[in-house]
């Protein structure tokens, strides 16, 4: 039961990350990261949605904490964004 949450919990991870690096929420952004599942932190912080990886979001907003952390926690600064807005 606890593996099914966690997973259920490590596809959830990936809009709040999204809205956390849009929205310059560290304390969210943080408490996620230390929740997830072993090896996931990097996985989710190089997720693109709408082509736009959270560091790209953060980058975009202005939101230098949350774009050290997500370099922490292994965010690529090689990526390409797809998209042309970010939303």
């Known amino acids: 039961i606890e593996t099914k949450w966690k997973a259920e919990f490590d596809r959830e991870a990936i809009p709040i990350l999204r809205v956390a690096a849009r929205d310059g929420l560290l ?9 997830l599942a072993k090896g996931k932190a990097e996985e989710i912080a190089n ?6 990886t959270p560091l790209f979001r953060s980058v975009y907003q202005g939101h230098l904490s949350i774009v050290k952390l997500l370099l922490e926690k ?13 939303d």
Do not use: D
């Open 27 to 35: 304390r969210v952004a943080n408490h996620l990261f230390r929740i």
């Open 47 to 52: 997720t693109e949605i709408n082509g736009w």
């Open 74 to 86: 292994g965010a690529k600064v090689s990526t390409q964004t797809t998209g042309s807005e970010c």
